[in-house]
Nanobody, 123 residues
Framework: QVQLVESGGGLVQAGGSLRLSCVAS????????MGWFRQAPGKQREFAAWISWSGFRTAYADSVKGRFTISRDNAKNTVYLQMNSLKPEDTAVYYC????????????????WGQGTQVTVSS
């Protein structure tokens, strides 16, 4: 059974940067798509970014495009989310997730989720 653990969240001022990490254990995830999602208080979980198993394909939500970068290191079983030019509206709990097969923007199509890491952006 694969487990995912996110880290790197915190409190940052608007315009600042954070780098989230998600480490997988229990199995290698080099053949799986991985995604980052976020959920703000009172809102549904929403897609932020995904990356294909090879790392050659990525996709982003319009709200984060140009500011966030997803990457992965399969040797370390780790996926990253570099977040720059953060805005107060980026405040949310950020989750990583894993999916066998092709990447997806739909949360329920992912098989395993981490516990999440809180990102708070102050104005």
């Amino acid at each position: 059974q694969v487990q995912l653990v996110e880290s790197g969240g915190g409190l940052v001022q608007a315009g600042g940067s954070l780098r989230l990490s998600c480490v997988a254990s229990g199995r290698t995830v080099g053949s799986c798509a991985m995604g980052w999602f976020r959920q703000a208080p009172g809102k549904q979980r929403e897609f932020a970014a995904w990356i294909s198993w090879s790392g050659f394909r990525t996709a982003y939500a319009d709200s984060v495009k140009g500011r966030f970068t997803i990457s992965r290191d399969n040797a370390k079983n780790t996926v990253y989310l570099q977040m720059n030019s953060l805005k107060p509206e980026d405040t949310a709990v950020y989750y990583c997730a894993i999916r066998e097969g092709n990447p997806s923007t739909i949360p329920h199509e992912y098989d395993t989720w981490g516990q999440g890491t809180q990102v708070t952006v102050s104005s």
